[in-house]
């Protein structure tokens, strides 16, 4: 299976403080890194165009320089499954459980092993919400339905993975576990790039490989030592 080595924007007509621009993005870094300096109103909207859930105006998205929204399903498929993603708490089907909801995805791509059910269930027991993973998203608390879709983010095992605002509304144990994982996920290799937006600051407890910034039309990714060098100059 070919992998997902880059995730590109050209051209996106994107909306900022209430100026048009036609924004560019390149994401085929590796590392863990912070979204930064963007409106809130937006990075949402940011988000959906790069993972395909909504398709810009203007512009183009390419996976592996394939242009997502000309090429086939078949062929884009096995690129989409790479990236994983954590963005919305609504997300989650009503109708089913926590549990079907993680599991949902492995069973639509066909990608359920052995260990998938025992995995599932590890997850819930690593978050502490075991007990509820049974009932459906309206008779669970918040924070576990947010849990819930974190899981789910990573259930197919990404290579490149989307997270808005992970921590918001977690006790602080699940968010140490969650940015466990996450980290050990990414020092063993199998995940290759992470973009995080995070609101709560609890993102400092993350081994960050640096930040996201838009500069007039272009998302620009910095490493930690420039930032330091550009704060020493």
Request: charged fraction near 25%; glycine fraction near 4%.
């Amino acid at each position: 299976m070919e992998e997902l080595k880059s995730i590109q924007l050209k051209n996106v007509r994107w909306l900022e403080h209430e100026k048009e621009l036609s924004i560019q993005l390149k994401w085929d870094q590796s590392g863990i890194w912070r979204l930064s300096n963007i409106a809130m109103f937006s990075k949402s909207d940011f988000f959906r165009i790069i993972a395909g859930i909504i398709y810009p105006v203007d512009g183009t998205v390419l996976f592996n320089e394939l242009n997502i929204h000309q090429e086939s399903f078949e062929k884009i498929l096995p690129l989409r499954l790479q990236l994983g993603y954590g963005i919305d708490v609504g997300g989650l089907l009503s109708n089913r459980t926590l549990y079907e909801n993680v599991l949902l995805p492995l069973q639509y791509h066909r990608r359920i092993r052995d260990s998938s059910l025992t995995e599932i269930d590890l997850f819930f027991k690593k978050f502490q919400i075991y007990h509820e993973r049974h009932q459906r998203p309206a008779f669970s608390a918040g924070r576990s339905r947010k849990i819930t879709v974190l899981i789910r983010s990573l259930i197919l095992k990404p290579r490149f993975l989307i997270l808005d605002d992970p921590f918001s509304g977690l006790l602080d144990n699940q968010k140490d576990q969650f940015i466990k994982l996450v980290q050990e996920l990414f020092e063993s290799g199998k995940l290759y790039s992470v973009i995080f937006f995070d609101s709560t600051e609890y993102y400092q407890n993350f081994k960050i490989n640096g930040i996201i910034e838009l500069q007039s039309d272009s998302f620009v990714f910095k490493p930690i030592d420039q930032i330091k060098k550009e704060k020493a100059s």
